[in-house]
């Protein structure tokens, strides 16, 4: 047996050694990114940032100019306001609505809106709060009574530019002045509403409303942004320090991180009847039931299809990119990209309006896309 030989053999058993070290650490890494993805996601659920402070979107906005410019403009970014600075308030100064001997009114004074039920004898006055929604469906208010947090018995809503019963609420006429307030909210629901529309008014188990910053805006999604900003000032960003909706899959994107707030598959199977008709606006949920849409692949989560940084697109035609991301155009392109499933025998164009039909929900005056992908049957009901 000659040297040469045995230099390579030497050589070869070398190079596998060390390959096999490196492969190693490599799972060995990413076995550590998956768990740290994994209790990052589980500390943005919770709001369990202590001793983590936030910072601000202009302090984002230093690097992450692009983004920053374009994510206040996002149903999100407007998805909560205090009545001071509700733009729909301002412009809509009296608003009335009347059930039975009831009269409702919501009256602007100066840069307040009041409250006001009456039953022509007894009235409870009480200044609103918090507008929830940006109005584009409707707008719902919050007020304090007897130490309360309480959740207006009548939202405006655009289509009508009125007011009429806010979802949930019984359309009976009251007992009392007291019971025509509207509906008491528990703390836990109210720090449920707020960590959706507010996130940075939640810090673990304490609701912080004093500085209020309303909305959803970068540390929204990613949590408070003190440690991520001290490491790009000290230019040392091998671990960033905030958290990134990028590193999850499609699956958890949906149900577990966007479906926090826009009710996931689990959080609807504990309602009744899974929320019933309402529920075509849990666009997680719909989107699990949707038959090879519920899986890992990115390709089909929240953000393949909404850029959370801008605002929403409304036109059918914007979409069709995003579905022949999946589906095959014609049958020749099979040949070039196997991971694609069929063409639509049909149409190749304004896919949503077929597979996914905008539907109206009973009392609230707006038709929701319906996320649950399908192909609909004339006459057929919709699944809920």
Known sequence: MSRGFIKRVLATALIASCAFIYLAGERSRKGRALAQTGDDLSRWRAHDYAGVGYVGDAACAKCHEGEAAKQHSTPMARALSTVEDCE?????????????????????????????????????????????????????????????????????????QKLDFTVGHAHSVPSSVEDALGRPIGDEETQSCFGCHAPAAVRGSRLQLDPLRAGVGCEGCHGPGERHVAAARAKDLRDPQIFN?????????????????????????????QGGANNIRFQAYRIFNSPGHNGADTRISCVACHDPHDKLERSEAFYDTKCLACHLSDK????????????????????????????????MHYEFTDHWIRIVKPGEPVPH
């Open 332 to 363: 020749a392109e099979a040949k070039t990209d196997a991971r694609k499933a069929p063409a639509c025998p049909v149409a190749r164009d304004r896919c949503a309006k077929c597979h996914m039909p905008k539907i109206e929900i009973p009392g």
């Open 245 to 273: 909706p990028a590193t999850l899959n499609g699956l958890e994107l949906s149900q577990e991180f966007c479906g926090k707030c826009h009710m996931g598959f689990e959080q609807a199977m504990l309602l009744p009847e």
């Open 88 to 160: 729909l308030l301002s412009t809509h100064t009296r608003l009335e609505f009347r059930n039975g001997p009831f009269t409702y009114r919501i009256t602007r004074q100066g840069v307040q809106s009041l409250y006001s039920v009456t039953d022509g004898v007894n009235t409870i006055n009480e200044p609103l709060q918090f507008c929830f929604g940006q109005g584009e469906v409707g707008q719902t208010y919050v007020f304090r009574h007897g130490g309360k947090f309480y959740e207006t018995r009548v939202s405006f809503f655009r289509a009508l």
